[in-house]
Each structure stands twice: as C-alpha cells, then as structure tokens.
C-alpha cells in the first residue's frame, strides 16, 4: 500500500463580477480568488478495493458515494491515464459545506495533485488545471491556490499579489447555498458592478485598506435577497472593527477582514454571542511564495 496526505484549501473571494451569460449556459467570470488558512486534509491510498474508488468522509453532510467531487476527480485521472489501481480517499472536512468556499472543487484539485505524485504521472500544473476543468469551474484555481485574477468561466488564471498580513473572520450561517441556484436568479442589469482592475491595483500595492474600499461581490444581489441574515451577519464584522465584509462566491459565508488582530478576537466572541452563524473561524489568508511579493 502507498499514501499521500494533500491539505485542499478553501477560497474566499476579494472581487467577484459577472460579465454576462455565454450561449452554452456559462457565466463569463471576473473574480479575485484569494486562499486562506483552512483546509480538508485528503489521504489517498493505494491497494485497497480490487480497483475501485471509495471514499470515506468525517461529515455527513459530504457524500461518500460517486457524486463526490473528489471521486469523480480520481475517476477522471484513471480514465485519462488508463489506471487499474484501486484507491481509497479519506477526506478529513473542516471546510464548511455549500458555503461559498470551494470545498468541493477544492478536494477534487487535491485529489488531482495527489494521485499525480502517488502514481508518479508526471503532470504539469497545467495539465491537472485542464483536467480539473471538467469537474468544475473554480477547480483550476484550486490546483495551485495563492491570489489569482480569474477570468472566463474561471479557467484563465493570472496570479496577483497576495493579501497578507491581515485576519480573516469566516462566519457561516445554518442554510447551504447551491450555487447553481444563485446563478440561475442573477438579474444583471441594474446591478452594481465592483471595479476588479481597482483591486488588482490596491492588491499589488499591498494596500489592505483600499482592498476592502474596492470589494464588491455581484452574486450577494441574488443570496442576501434570500437571506437577509448574510447582511445581519456583516453589520456584526463592520461593528466590531472590520475593514471590509463581504459574502464570499455565492454564499452564504461572509469574510471580514481584519488589520488588527485583538479587533478580530473581538469580532469572533460577538459573532458567537449574536448567534447568528453556525461556523465561525478566525484564520488569515494563505499565500504561495510567488503571490508574496
Ligand atoms: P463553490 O464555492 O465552488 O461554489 P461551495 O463551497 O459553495 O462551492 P461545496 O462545499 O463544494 O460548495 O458543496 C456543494 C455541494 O457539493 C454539497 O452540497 C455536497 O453535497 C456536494 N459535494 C460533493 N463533493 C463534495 C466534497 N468533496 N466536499 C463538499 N461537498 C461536496
């Protein structure tokens, strides 16, 4: 038996716009993706099960059957590189389901990079990117992660410089948002577009204050219409000394960003107090090492 241990990140995003809808149903993107500090811990594992996939999950929410993105990922590599080797994929969840943060997409990008290694397949970032591809949109990103400009249905990757030095509150309420459905009731006109060019600029100035000026997020039109908590949910980040609040993709999570880390302690105990979210962490973000400068 051989195993390998992949940490799959979760994302928050700094910008997020739709430019319009294509033909085949797709959303034309223009997002700011930027890692923070929580991840799933995947173990993937050979020599199990005849040639089959299993999954095992610690939470009950995740499936543990074939509609498991991470799954389906481990299907892709073994149709693509003619595999008969069967693997068995442990995946420790401390990302918060259907919330905003690409947890599933996520698992599956590590799943991607860690049969790539287990396996010696010798595939390029880019090659497990057009892979990933196919299971999702924001997989891509998750293949290599750090603060990346993304673009088209979210498969054209710019690397941007990272938002560092700073915390993050994630607050997430008890309702699951499928992002399909956020999508699908996205009225674009009349809405108000965030400026993307704006916060690449503040990002590569390093200037946290005019990143949380120029965060803008044009699905929290459609989610807070819905549910009028995820606004409830910002007044408390914004009262307790957030530089910016924002839904994160299309919700329900929101993000406060923090420049004072006793600030950030304190908005943590009011968010419990307020009761109004169910997962709470307090992180920061978490940057490759050609994001940092
Ligand atoms: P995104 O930000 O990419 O829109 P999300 O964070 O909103 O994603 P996920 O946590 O990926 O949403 O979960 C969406 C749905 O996908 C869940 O309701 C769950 O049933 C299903 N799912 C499949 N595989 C996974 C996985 N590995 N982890 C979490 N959810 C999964």
Redesign the pocket.
């Known amino acids: 038996m051989k195993a390998v241990v992949e940490k799959a990140y979760?994302?928050v995003n700094l910008g997020l716009d739709v430019l319009g809808r294509r033909d085949d149903g797709y959303h034309e993107v223009k997002m700011i993706m930027q890692t923070v500090d929580l991840y799933?811990t995947l173990e993937i594992s050979t020599g199990f099960n005849e040639g089959g996939i299993t999954i095992e999950?610690s939470?009950e929410?995740?499936?543990d059957d074939p509609?498991?993105?991470?799954?389906?990922a481990a299907e892709l590599v073994r149709n693509e590189y003619d595999l008969v080797t069967g693997l068995h994929i442990k995946?420790d969840?401390r990302?918060?389901?259907?919330?905003?943060?690409?947890?599933?997409?996520?698992?599956?990008a590590a799943v991607l990079r860690g049969i790539n290694s287990l396996l010696g397949l010798g595939a390029s970032d880019n090659k497990l990117k057009d892979l990933g591809k196919k299971l999702?949109?924001?997989v891509p990103f998750c293949i290599s992660g750090g603060c990346m400009l993304s673009e088209g249905i979210g498969e054209i990757l710019t690397p941007v410089r990272g938002l560092s030095g700073v915390k993050v509150l994630l607050a997430k309420p008890a309702i699951?948002?499928?992002?399909k459905w956020v999508y699908d009731n996205l009225e674009l006109a009349g809405v108000t577009h965030p400026d993307i060019d704006a916060q690449i600029k503040a990002l590569e100035n390093g200037d946290a204050y005019d990143v949380c000026r120029n965060m803008g997020n044009v699905l929290e039109s459609v989610t807070i219409g819905r549910y009028p908590v995820i606004e409830d949910i910002k007044k408390v980040m914004t009262e307790n000394g957030a530089e910016g609040a924002m839904m994160?993709?299309?919700?329900p999570?929101v993000f406060g960003i923090f420049k004072d880390g006793e600030k950030a302690d304190m908005a943590y105990e009011s968010m419990k107090e307020s009761r109004l979210a169910k997962d709470i962490i307090l992180t920061g973000t978490y940057n490759r090492p050609d994001n940092m400068e």
């Open positions: 979760a994302k799933d999950t939470d929410a995740v499936p509609t498991n993105l991470a799954y389906r995946i969840k990302i918060p389901v259907a919330a905003g943060m690409a947890g599933g997409s996520s698992d599956a999702g949109a924001d699951g948002v499928s992002t994160s993709g299309s919700g999570t």
